[in-house]
């Protein structure tokens, strides 16, 4: 918890060179080879630059367009260039930098796929399908041979749980979220996303008791695809594998696109 130090003389002697109150702990820096003033430090949500061995700071993007970067475990600088950087993320992926960390893309071709919990595929291409992960929605339009970031840039998905596209028109396609028991629609393939109304007032009274509400699938009827129905599991946030052990809200049912949700539990078990 005491930010980043340097050392000049082998570790006998250790001076602070960043800390600050709201970003004490960090996941990886590194050094240019090329230039050994210019050094990057990176934590979750958070890069930072300096241009004089750690003396100064500054807060750049953590950016890359339709991607959740995650947690970036591993900085390396181009030992030629010191603009060009690389981020290794612990929940998945690869991330490259040609400004100065100021802008990123991805590096995967193919994706990792860590924990994806749901797939839909192309009534009419199976080659293409989206899938739910830990990093958020991905989309492949060649069999999986390569994947597109379709996540909202403000990490709204945090974990994307479930997935299901529209049973007759692909570009439509409906996510859930993990932790909080939202629900987003795409119209245009998931370049952009809107949420759904809210589940239940409960939903709000689950987050103050730091219970987190997944929603596990959501099925679209064929006959008339304004009905939805939508499965949630509930735990608490500190333990995700609660998730398959606590009884949850139940299943809910719109009639009217996802604006509006009704119980409809008579008859199940809690």
Do not use: C
């Not at 970067?69 to 030992?79: C, S, T």
């Not at 409960?202 to 939805?228: C, E, M, P, W, Y």
């Amino acid at each position: 918890y005491g930010g980043i130090f340097k050392t000049v003389n082998g570790g006998e002697r250790w001076e602070r060179v960043l800390t600050a109150p709201d970003w004490p702990v960090f996941d990886s820096v590194a050094v240019s080879r090329s230039n050994p003033n210019v050094v990057y430090a990176a934590k979750e949500e958070a890069i930072f630059k300096s241009e004089n061995q750690g003396q100064t700071w500054e807060r750049l993007g953590f950016n890359a367009l339709g991607y959740r970067m995650g947690i970036p475990i591993g900085l390396e600088v181009d030992p030629i260039n010191p603009n060009i950087v690389y981020i290794n993320s612990y929940e998945g992926g690869v991330y490259r930098s040609e400004d100065d960390g100021r802008n990123w893309q991805s590096a995967n071709k193919g994706y990792t796929g860590a924990q994806v919990s749901d797939i839909t595929l192309d009534p009419q291409d199976s080659h293409r399908f989206y899938v739910a992960a830990l990093l958020g929605v991905f989309k492949s339009l060649d069999g999986g041979a390569s994947y597109l970031g379709m996540n909202r840039n403000d990490n709204a998905f945090e974990v994307a749980r479930s997935i299901t596209a529209d049973p007759h028109d692909w570009q439509t396609v409906l996510t859930g979220n993990q932790w909080s028991g939202r629900v987003y629609r795409s119209n245009d393939g998931g370049k952009t996303w809107v949420e759904l109304g809210t589940l239940s007032p409960q939903v709000a009274g689950l987050r103050r008791l730091d219970i987190q509400l997944g929603v596990t699938s959501i099925v679209i009827s064929f006959d008339n695809t304004k009905t939805i129905y939508v499965a949630t599991v509930t735990g608490r946030e500190n333990d995700p594998s609660e998730l398959q052990q606590r009884e949850g809200l139940g299943i809910f049912k719109s009639t009217d696109g996802g604006q509006s949700w009704q119980s409809i539990n008579d008859g199940l078990p809690s």
